[in-house]
């Protein structure tokens, strides 16, 4: 993430005042090469976590509504929970 917001904070300098062309492909280009390995951080991180998110109290009531349709529509059975 440092290394892209490095690049992206080069970017507004540039923009900052009179450069040559060169000088922001070279920033873009740095951009577009930090995507990929900041792409699969993100994924892999995603990856990882549990995947249940709390709900707020609203959001529960929401949730158990919800669940209460699917469930009687015989798509899901079982108590519904305030995570997912």
């Given at each position: ?47 990882s ?11 529960a ?24």
């Amino acid at each position: 993430m440092t290394l892209l917001d490095d690049n992206l904070q080069s970017l507004y300098r540039l923009a900052d005042g009179v450069n040559r062309t060169a000088s922001y492909k070279s920033r873009i280009t740095a951009v577009r090469r930090t995507l990929p390995k900041l792409t699969t951080r993100l994924e892999m991180r995603a990856a990882s976590t549990s995947g249940a998110v709390k709900l707020d109290s609203t959001e529960a009531k929401i949730a158990e509504t919800l669940e209460g349709l699917i469930r009687t529509a015989g798509f899901r059975t079982g108590r519904p929970s305030a995570t997912w």
